[in-house]
């Protein structure tokens, strides 16, 4: 069986259906998202609308859960962590209806299943939390502990929007699927992985597929709320995750 595994959309709907493209090319079965559908890009109304019509298997990422919460801690919150990402949920809000709102709030936080007869656990940012960090390089101890607790054989995770892996002394995989719609990559092209299973093992590959990023930064340009430049420049030429 061979799955495609997607997270970290960002409302960029262009990124997004380029990597449909590369995902039937590929002859993906199943596709899972990892999270993080809406928040801060290009099409937030239409990337939403877009992944409730499809078949998928999709987890809560942490900005699916502050878009569903939104209110004002949320927003206090933001403002004092990433005043420009404050600035853009107050604008999404806009395009995320009641509906809307309860589907990312329905999203469960992580998953854990067998394929071929692998466990597999899908996480947004990892088993412990939905917003920490597992980016390339970090001490293999640290992974460890980060998973400890867990029995998966593989771990998927995003939200760092960098993709990673790594193998660790229990025998456990542990991958960063990295970002369809805000890559933070020095060539920033939309990364996810595709995994063949079969007879209890797996294979995982990450797949890098180019999008027109100068439409889509001009979209999150226009949506002209405090700090969209920076987020539009973010797509084309990323130099921090977080603003």
Not at 219 to 232: C, I, M, S, T
């Amino acid at each position: 069986m061979k799955i495609a595994v997607i997270s970290d959309i960002h409302a960029n709907l262009i990124a997004l259906q380029e990597v449909i493209k590369d995902i039937q090319n590929e002859g993906c079965e199943f596709v899972f998202c990892l999270g993080d559908i809406v928040l801060a890009g290009p099409q937030p109304k239409e990337t939403l609308d877009f992944v409730k019509e499809q078949n998928w298997t999709i987890i809560q990422g942490n900005t699916d859960k502050l878009i569903a919460e939104y209110g004002p801690e949320v927003l206090e919150m933001m403002q004092e962590k990433y005043p420009i990402m404050a600035n853009a949920i107050v604008d999404d809000v806009n395009y995320v209806d009641g509906e809307g709102k309860d589907f990312l709030s329905n999203l469960p936080p992580m998953l854990q299943m067998e394929i071929e007869g692998v466990k597999v656990l899908f996480v947004h940012g990892s088993p412990r939390a939905n917003n920490e960090d597992i980016l390339p390089n970090r001490p293999l101890s640290e992974i460890e502990e980060i998973i400890e607790g867990t029995d998966a054989a593989l771990i998927l995770c995003g939200h760092t929007h960098v993709p990673c892996g790594y193998q660790t002394n229990s025998m456990q995989t542990v991958v960063n699927v990295g970002s369809v719609g805000r890559p933070m990559t020095p060539t920033p092209l939309s990364c996810y992985v595709v995994i063949d299973f079969e007879n209890g093992t797996f294979n995982v590959k990450h797949k890098f597929v180019d999008y027109d990023r100068e439409a889509a930064a001009d979209l999150v340009r226009n949506r002209n709320f405090e700090g969209a430049d920076k987020l539009a420049e973010l797509l084309t030429n990323p130099v921090v995750r977080h603003v």
